[in-house]
């Protein structure tokens, strides 16, 4: 009897074992990142505030000055170069958004969702 009883709680166990997982569905889009937040380090400047806003209102060769002068205070911001070539690819100038996602790459260490941000769009930005 006892016997039976552990064979039945072995078999249960192997069975649970056994099921499928929930499958894992992603919901982020790449090629159109949120900004990054903002931290009580480094919290964004106004020259990147306008940058946004102006992208807002799809003005990309004027959020494109403010991102320009936002990388000459912070050139190893990674953020700026990757919004900045955001914005060379709503202008269809994808060399130049080549060109700054490869900077952003070299300047990001750790920010996962930015790296996979990059990759999308450098993907979109093969002629």
Avoid at 5 to 25: D, I, K, M, Q, R
Wanted: proline share 8%.
């Amino acid at each position: 009897m006892a016997k039976k009883l552990v064979l039945t709680s072995l078999l249960l166990g192997l069975l649970a074992a056994c099921a499928a997982p929930e499958p894992v569905v992603s919901t982020r889009q790449y090629h159109q990142p949120l900004p990054p937040q903002q931290s009580p380090q480094k919290p964004l400047n106004g020259l990147q505030l306008e940058a946004f806003r102006l992208m807002n209102q799809q003005q990309y060769a004027q959020s494109i000055n403010y991102f320009q002068r936002a990388i000459k205070i912070d050139p190893r911001s990674p953020h700026n170069w990757f919004y900045l070539a955001l914005n060379y690819w709503h202008l269809q100038d994808f060399a130049q958004c080549r060109a700054m996602l490869q900077r952003s790459m070299s300047y990001n260490q750790f920010d996962e969702d930015l790296r996979n941000s990059s990759l999308s769009l450098l993907a979109q930005c093969s002629p």
